[in-house]
């Protein structure tokens, strides 16, 4: 499986970014999906999941108030919508795929295949 994220870039603190990552696999739907950041100097961390049906919703710690992922199985795509954003929310962000359920999905070893990866910066 191939991720492409995209939808990073630079934005103002308070203000939103839709992050997209599309898969190259046909069985989309198989796939748990997820989101992760890393900050500079920072390990990588987990900010949301989804189960391959979507309905299975599941965020990092203070994320759900302000992120939501969500999926278009049709057009394997999943998105992270991230609102109200901080400069604390600079990040790469990173979207993971897992083809087989198992252990927790908060964490980096649930996942098999992972982007590249799309900076953000959110700006004071």
């Known amino acids: 499986v191939q991720l492409q994220a995209s939808g990073g870039g630079l934005v103002q603190a308070g203000g939103s970014l839709r992050l997209t990552c599309v898969a190259s696999?046909?069985?989309?739907?198989?796939?748990?999906m997820a989101w992760f950041r890393q900050a500079p100097g920072k390990e990588r961390e987990f900010v949301a999941g989804?189960?391959?049906?979507?309905?299975?919703?599941y965020y990092g710690e203070s994320k759900k108030d302000r992120f939501t992922i969500s999926r278009a199985n049709a057009k394997n795509t999943v998105y992270l919508q991230m609102n109200s954003l901080k400069p604390e929310d600079t990040a790469v962000y990173y979207c993971?795929?897992?083809?087989?359920?198992?252990?927790?999905?908060?964490?980096?070893?649930?996942?098999?295949?992972w982007g590249r990866g799309t900076l953000v910066t959110v700006s004071s």
């Open positions: 993971a795929a897992a083809s087989i359920s198992g252990g927790s999905p908060n964490t980096e070893s649930f996942y098999d295949y």
């Open positions: 696999r046909r069985t989309f739907s198989d796939y748990d």
């Open positions: 989804i189960s391959g049906g979507g309905r299975n919703l």
